[in-house]
C-alpha cells in the first residue's frame, strides 16, 4: 500500500452502499445468509431461485435498509441466466455483485446404481448454470471495468465426496472455474473467488444432526466442536464482495469452522 491508500484506508472499504448484487438460490438456507450479509452492508439484492419466495428474505433485507427483488426461475434453462441479469438491471440500474449459489446434491449409496440420472442435473445446476450466470454478469461488469463474481464451493472442494461424486466433481469444478475466470477477468478489474462452507445447521442438515450418531461423527471432525451458524459465512461474504478485497482473486476461502484440518 502507498501511504496515501493506507490513510484513506477505513471500514467504509467493506461498504456495499450503491452496490446491486444477484444471489441465485438467494432466498433460503445459505442463500438466504448471503442475501442478508450483502444488504446489511449496503447492497441491494435480486434472489434468484427455484424455490418459491414466502418474503421473509425480502422482510429482512428491507429491515436492513436495503432494496430486495426476487425472480422465480430454473437457471439451468437456456435462456433464463440472461433474464436474471436482465431483471437485476431492470430494477436497480446495474450488477456489480454475483454470488453463485445455487445448487443440488444428490446421494446414492450404491455406486452402480449412480447413473447420468443423477449425475446431469447436478452439473447442470452446480457448474455449468454458475458459467452461464458468471458470463451473463461479465458482459456488463467488463465495461463497468469492477466486479465482485462468488461461487459458492465446498469442503468436498478439497475431499471426495462419499455416495455423491457429482456433487464433489461439481465442486472441485467450481473452484476450477473460479480460478480460471479469475485468469480471464482479473484484467478488468474484477475479482473472482470462491466460498468453501463447511457443515451447516440449515435445514438440508437436520436429519443428520437430529441423528445422535451421524451428528457426533460430523462434530469429531470439527475443532470448533460445533455445526456452523448462517451467521459464521456473513463476514467472508462482505469481504470478498467489498473494496477490502480488491487484490483478493482466485481465492477460495474456506468457513468451516476447522474441518479440513482433521
Known amino acids: 500500500m502507498s501511504k496515501s491508500t493506507m490513510a484513506d484506508f477505513g471500514m467504509d472499504f467493506f461498504s456495499l452502499a450503491g452496490k446491486n448484487a444477484i444471489v441465485t438460490g438467494g432466498n433460503t438456507g445459505l442463500g438466504q445468509a448471503f442475501t442478508l450479509a450483502l444488504a446489511k452492508a449496503g447492497a441491494n439484492v435480486l434472489a434468484a431461485s427455484i424455490m418459491p419466495d414466502d418474503g421473509t428474505t425480502g422482510a429482512l433485507v428491507e429491515a436492513a435498509g436495503s432494496r430486495y427483488a426476487y425472480t422465480m426461475t430454473d437457471i439451468t434453462v437456456e435462456g433464463n441466466p440472461k433474464k436474471v ?6 430494477e436497480f440500474g446495474s450488477v456489480d455483485i454475483l454470488i453463485n449459489c445455487a445448487g443440488r446434491g444428490i446421494n446414492e449409496p450404491d455406486v452402480l446404481k449412480y447413473t447420468r440420472k443423477q449425475w446431469d442435473p447436478m452439473v447442470a445446476l452446480n457448474l455449468t448454470a454458475a458459467f452461464e450466470m458468471s458470463h451473463e454478469c461479465a458482459e456488463h ?3 463497468q471495468r469492477s466486479g465482485k463474481i462468488i461461487n459458492i464451493c465446498s469442503v468436498f472442494t478439497f475431499l471426495g465426496g462419499q455416495w455423491s461424486p457429482a456433487y464433489a466433481a461439481t465442486k472441485h469444478g467450481i473452484a476450477g472455474f473460479t480460478k480460471a475466470y479469475c485468469d480471464e477477468l482479473a484484467q478488468f478489474g474484477i475479482q473472482v473467488n470462491g466460498i468453501a462452507p463447511g457443515y ?3 435445514a ?3 436429519d443428520t444432526r437430529a441423528n445422535p450418531e451421524s451428528n457426533q461423527r460430523v462434530l469429531d471432525h470439527i475443532p470448533a466442536n460445533r455445526w456452523g451458524e448462517t451467521q459464521d459465512l456473513m463476514g467472508a461474504t462482505i469481504f470478498l464482495a467489498s473494496r477490502a478485497s480488491d487484490y483478493v482473486n482466485g481465492h477460495i476461502l474456506t468457513v468451516d469452522g476447522g474441518y479440513l484440518v482433521r
Open 85 to 90: 441479469v436482465d431483471a437485476c438491471i431492470a
Open 141 to 143: 461488469m467488463i465495461p
Open 200 to 202: 451447516y445447521a440449515t
Open 204 to 206: 438440508l442438515t437436520a
